[in-house]
């Protein structure tokens, strides 16, 4: 395809600029353990991810980055909607941590732009890429907003809580016992493909929202969902004896047509750091809501000590193990998404450290050896500040963005890992009784209003759901050649 070779030709030519620039590093240079200088370098790193917003574009549509300019002028790349959620969450934890609110506008005018028709982070115009896990990305986003006491919006718009619990409670209708026992299916939409899907981070996100809500609110029914679908989770396997957590469990084929297929294999067996992460992060949140619960402090325990062997080298740097490589003499091969899911597991052992103290030697030195490798990574580009993606290497490596700007995964990333860093000092989450303003609905999300029923139920979307079959196949084989490309380069 005309498109790969041209983007393998661009990757190689962004490599070699890396290897010209990286000789005159200058390089972000961060001491984690010193406030001014950790400061400094993530509103550096912040800096660099405002810019790839492309709020001065004529396409552009707050909340979405979209289609970013390639090293060849081209806009031929682009970001899924999620990640956009995560970049806004990101971005409330940054205000949290540093204080500087330089970024809150673009913040809270994404997050009300995204919420969709029904106020639950469904809108129609991502039908094609809503997994379960994509709608809670923005879930975190607007319950580290409560959590944060981050500006409220104005009282005529939907409120930080009230969406969180919207995304809860149709997340919760979707959960499907008559396949795997339980467990969240991957799409939410049926045409799409991976509704077969049974995957580690729609569930270990929703676990964590759970798990958040229950301490927020103190309402005990999140409590018990929380704990639903964690053991569910073990019980099928995602997370194994040895407690890693596996990429998920496709429902088998239906071969006598009942409906139903009790058993499903976890048969993808990778192992994402964003995965392992979000479980952690979730089940420190139930050790603190429980006031210390016995099972919750062994399973935050034992699912923190292994994380160290797939995601962290000897001397504490992290690193995305399935495609970002130690030794580090060969390239990444992390696609677009993986790109950024260092900065999860970054933002979820922050959480972990302060929801369940006795964890914090075991993660702090991991904080900090980390963040100084990613902060040594940002020697790329023109300025020597644009950020790589491997911090094992500890110097600028490739983007398939261009190294003029890098990429929005790499940024994310490093300015979490940055931020998590404040940790020692950071103010803990609040609930609704220590501090926290943000207003609730228990029963938003709960009403008709939903993708799956408007899809389902108007006979007009009968066209419409073949053309997004039509499409899904366009944004399948897009997907595949930049796969093709990224194996490759
Ligand atoms: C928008 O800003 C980016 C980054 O500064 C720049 O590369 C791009 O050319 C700008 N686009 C327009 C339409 O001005
Ligand atoms: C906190 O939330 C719970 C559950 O929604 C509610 O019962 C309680 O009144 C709230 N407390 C405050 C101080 O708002
Ligand atoms: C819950 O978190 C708070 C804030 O970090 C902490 O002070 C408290 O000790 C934690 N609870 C337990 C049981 O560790
Ligand atoms: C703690 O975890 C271990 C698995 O490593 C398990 O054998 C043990 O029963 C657990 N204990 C509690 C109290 O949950
Ligand atoms: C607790 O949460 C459940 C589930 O969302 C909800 O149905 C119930 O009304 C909530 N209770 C209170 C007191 O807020």
Redesign the pocket.
């Known amino acids: 395809m005309k498109f790969s070779s041209l983007t393998r030709a661009l990757a190689s030519t962004a490599l070699l600029t890396a290897s010209l620039f990286s000789s005159s590093a200058v390089a972000i240079d961060v001491d984690p353990t010193n406030q001014d200088s950790l400061f400094a370098a993530t509103q550096e790193v912040a800096l660099k991810l405002r810019a790839l917003y492309p709020d001065n574009e004529t396409w552009f549509v707050a909340g979405e980055f979209g289609l970013i300019q390639t090293a060849d002028g081209k806009n031929n790349q682009g970001y899924y909607w999620w990640e956009a959620g995560a970049a806004m969450g990101a971005w409330v934890e940054y205000w949290h941590y540093t204080g500087d609110d330089q970024f809150n506008d673009i913040v809270t005018t994404a997050l009300l732009n995204q919420v969709g028709e029904d106020d639950n982070y469904e809108p129609s115009a991502q039908t094609l890429s809503l997994g379960n896990d994509d709608q809670a990305f923005w879930a975190l986003a607007v319950l580290s907003a409560a959590e944060r006491v981050f500006p409220n919006p104005p009282s005529d718009k939907p409120q930080w809580l009230t969406l969180a619990m919207a995304v809860f409670n149709r997340q919760a209708s979707r959960w499907d016992e008559l396949n795997c026992g339980g467990g969240l299916r991957w799409q939410v939409v049926s045409t799409n493909a991976g509704y077969d899907y049974k995957n580690a981070i729609s569930n270990g996100l929703f676990f964590q929202m759970g798990a958040r809500l229950a301490r927020y609110t103190g309402n005990a029914t999140y409590a018990e969902w929380a704990e639903k679908v964690y053991d569910w989770s073990k019980t099928t396997g995602i997370i194994s004896s040895e407690y890693k957590v596996y990429d998920g469990s496709h429902i088998p084929t239906d071969t006598n047509g009942d409906g139903m297929e009790p058993d499903c294999p976890v048969t993808e067996v990778y192992q994402w750091s964003y995965n392992a992460g979000v479980y952690l992060a979730g089940a420190a949140f139930m ?2 809501y429980t ?2 619960d016995a099972k919750w402090e062994n399973e935050t325990n034992n699912l923190m000590q292994a994380i160290q062997s797939p995601f962290f080298t000897s001397d504490y740097i992290m690193r995305e193990s399935a495609c970002d490589p130690a030794p580090s003499d060969k390239a990444a091969t992390c696609n677009t998404d993986q790109r950024s899911f260092k900065a999860y597991l970054s933002r979820f052992l922050a959480y972990t450290y ?4 006795f964890t914090q030697s075991w993660i702090l030195p991991r904080l900090q050896a980390s963040a100084v490798a990613a902060a040594a990574t940002c020697n790329g580009g023109s300025d020597g500040k644009v950020c790589g993606l491997a911090w094992v290497k500890k110097t600028y490596d490739s983007s398939p963005y261009g190294i003029a700007v890098g990429g929005l995964g790499e940024h994310l990333s490093v300015m979490e890992i940055l931020q998590a860093n404040f940790i020692t000092t950071a103010v ?1 989450p609040v609930t609704n009784t220590t501090g926290g303003t943000s207003v609730g609905d228990p029963a938003a999300g709960t009403g008709t209003g939903s993708l799956e029923s408007k899809l389902q139920t108007d006979p007009s979307t009968t066209g419409d759901k073949a053309g997004a079959g039509i499409l899904t196949a366009i944004v399948l084989g897009l997907l595949l050649s930049l796969t093709y490309w990224l194996l490759r380069g």
């Open positions: 050790y603190n006031d210390g302060q929801m369940a103290p803990p």
